[in-house]
């Protein structure tokens, strides 16, 4: 018997049966050769997408950083209207506790800024407080710039202002009307 033949160009012999075929879609061949899209550049000249990241960042960059600090920007004017809310509340408390005639307006003044000072002196800049009597009414009025954050709002300055008030604070004796105070 006879050894079979061995596989051209391997030295070994070749299986003895029907060889395995490949499954129809691996054999199938286009009949049309692939055409390159117009004005594709062949092979070795073809660029891709290299620094287009670069490109896109570049464009983007801007608009997220002057998104961020105009979000810092309004939480900056958020706690300064804060500050100011609380100097203007403390500055009423003191307003209507007084008696008139006692220079309550230029103490109420004093106490707002003091506080507008002591809890954000960097946040509330020029704080200013002023005093205002309605009829039975006092409060306090406190103005201040905000901090600006972003470059282009150094022109322009974001004004706070924050208003607190109330009723007077008195012994009204419930004979009569009850409505006038009756001084200390």
């Not at 287009?52 to 979000?71: G, S, Y």
């Not at 220079?103 to 002023?130: C, F, T």
């Not at 009414?137 to 150094?154: I, K």
Request: proline share 9%; aromatic share 6%.
């Amino acid at each position: 018997m006879r050894s079979p033949k061995p596989a051209p160009g391997t030295g070994r012999p070749r299986a003895a049966g029907p060889r395995p075929r490949a499954p129809e879609a691996a054999r199938a061949r286009p009949a049309v050769p692939a055409r390159r899209a117009r004005g594709a550049i062949p092979g070795r000249w073809r660029r891709g997408d290299r620094g287009v990241t670069v490109v896109e960042l570049a464009f983007i960059m801007p608009v997220v950083l002057a998104i961020i600090l105009l979000i810092i920007q309004f939480a900056l004017w958020f706690h300064g209207r804060q500050v100011a809310d609380a100097a203007a509340r403390e500055g009423a408390r003191v307003a209507r506790s007084m008696a008139s005639g006692q220079g309550w307006d230029a103490q109420a003044e004093e106490r707002a800024e003091s506080v507008a000072r002591a809890i954000g002196p960097k946040l509330l800049e020029n704080a200013q407080a002023d005093a205002w009597e309605e009829g039975n009414s006092r409060g306090v009025t406190v103005t201040g710039d905000a901090v600006a954050v972003v470059p282009l709002f150094g022109e322009l300055n974001i004004q706070i202002t924050a208003t607190f008030g109330g009723p007077v604070e008195c012994f009204r004796p419930d004979v009569g009307e009850g409505v006038a105070c009756e001084a200390p």
